[in-house]
């Protein structure tokens, strides 16, 4: 029999791998040379030797391993293997682990993933990184009731942030349906709470909506007196027409001025990765107002990759918040005009302000997808016409506003 100071002075001639002091009813205590201490129980099961590791010394003290040595003849005499009940449920549990909602929600990221788009990829698992694998994370799918989802989302709904919430409740019924195919669960408990959330209040992105004010805004481009290059964004993202984050990585590879026409390559478009890899190019059709502020402009980058480069390296775009800046310092605050409402801004009075303009070809060279194949057929280049009759009339009718000529009404020719 071992006693608490045997097992504390054993050590292990350095001639030998190993040195074990039995104890009693098939517990020993095995030393290394190194010094290294380890309990083991052994046993006969169908007449051949098997060992059970009970743990390391002192860590495990003499009266711990005996203790552990007799849990384990019980389960022998029971029937049971000891070593093979071990496995079993270190099996279980990694089972168990693998249907918490944070592993499901990995597993469907990951199979997700390819299709999204990196910025919807990243916002998904950031935001569940956030707000709800905190909170639900490590429980299993089927323990996870409409209340528990319900009091994770009231935490996000707190903080004020009600389009969030909603968007959190999406991704979580995502998790669960795709433990529904895959059988780690039998219901979408976030499908129960449709409607249980405050009332989310949408906020546009201001814009500048009248002709009158247009053409003051228009005036007051003019005679911005930052830098050159930066005049020119404001200029185009009004004639252009197009989301901020294009005009500002414009490339001048993309600009043909004699065929007076701007390509957008698709993967530079706001769409799916499978949209950007299999998707057209966006046409934007130049109006000679914007050839000419792109010939001026060319003078000052046309020797770079890039129509509006940072100032400060050159070798990336413009800044996201330059143009926002610059309409800050024309004396447009945030509530009153953005770099993305000048797109509201060309929308709202081609159809309110210009008649004869199809509405399906300003949704078109804003790059709204439209279903059905009259929304395809707008997107192939046969329809140029169209697209450049709207780009000159849209430019011209800027030249009057902000001439002060009359505003309403206009007709396209």
């Not at 979580?172 to 709470?193: E, M």
């Not at 801004?345 to 709204?368: F, K």
């Amino acid at each position: 029999m071992l006693t608490e100071v045997a097992c504390k002075n054993a050590t292990c001639p350095p001639d030998q791998k190993r040195r074990r002091l039995t104890d009693s009813a098939g517990l020993y205590l095995e030393v290394s040379p190194s010094g290294s201490k380890r309990w083991f129980w052994k046993f006969y099961p169908d007449g051949k030797e098997s060992r059970l590791a009970l743990g390391s010394y002192p860590d495990v003290s003499l009266k711990a391993a005996r203790l552990a040595r007799d849990d384990a003849r019980k389960e022998r005499q029971a029937g049971a293997n000891p070593v093979q009940a071990r496995r079993v449920k270190k099996l279980a549990a990694a089972a168990s682990s693998a249907v918490t909602f944070e592993a499901v929600a990995r597993e469907y990221h990951a199979l997700k993933a390819e299709d999204w788009s990196d910025t919807h990829s990243a916002q998904w698992l950031r935001c569940c990184e956030k707000d709800l694998f905190p909170w639900i994370g490590a429980l299993p799918l089927r323990d996870i009731s409409a209340p528990l989802l319900l009091e994770a989302l009231r935490r996000v709904e707190s903080r004020g942030a009600t389009q969030l919430v909603r968007d959190l409740r999406e991704f979580a019924g995502q998790v669960f349906r795709h433990g529904i195919r895959t059988g780690k669960c039998d219901s979408d408990p976030a499908r129960d709470l449709v409607g249980a959330f405050k009332t989310h209040t949408v906020k546009h992105m201001a814009a500048v909506l009248e002709p009158a004010r247009a053409g003051e805004l228009l005036r007051a481009i003019e005679g911005y007196s930052g830098q050159p290059s930066t005049r020119a964004a404001l200029q185009l993202s009004a004639l252009l027409f197009q989301r901020p984050g294009n005009i500002r990585s414009l490339e001048w590879a993309w600009i043909d001025l004699d065929k007076a026409l701007l390509t957008i390559p698709s993967e530079a478009m706001k769409r799916t990765k499978a949209g950007k890899v299999n998707g057209r190019p966006h046409f934007v059709p130049l109006a000679t107002q914007a050839v000419a502020i792109l010939r001026d402009l060319a003078k000052l980058t046309g020797h770079g990759r890039l129509v509006f480069p940072s100032l400060r390296t050159g070798q990336k775009p413009m800044s996201e918040n330059t143009i926002n800046a610059a309409l800050r310092g024309l004396g447009y605050s945030s509530d009153q005009m953005t770099a993305h409402g000048f797109r509201a801004m060309a929308r709202t009075i081609m159809v309110e302000h210009i008649a004869g303009i199809d509405p399906d070809v300003i949704e078109a060279q804003l790059a709204h997808s439209k279903s059905g194949p009259l929304g395809a057929a707008y997107d192939r280049a046969e329809f140029m016409e169209k697209r450049k009759q709207l780009m000159q009339v849209w430019a011209d009718y800027l030249d009057r506003i902000k001439a002060g000529g009359q505003v309403v009404p206009f007709k396209a020719a």
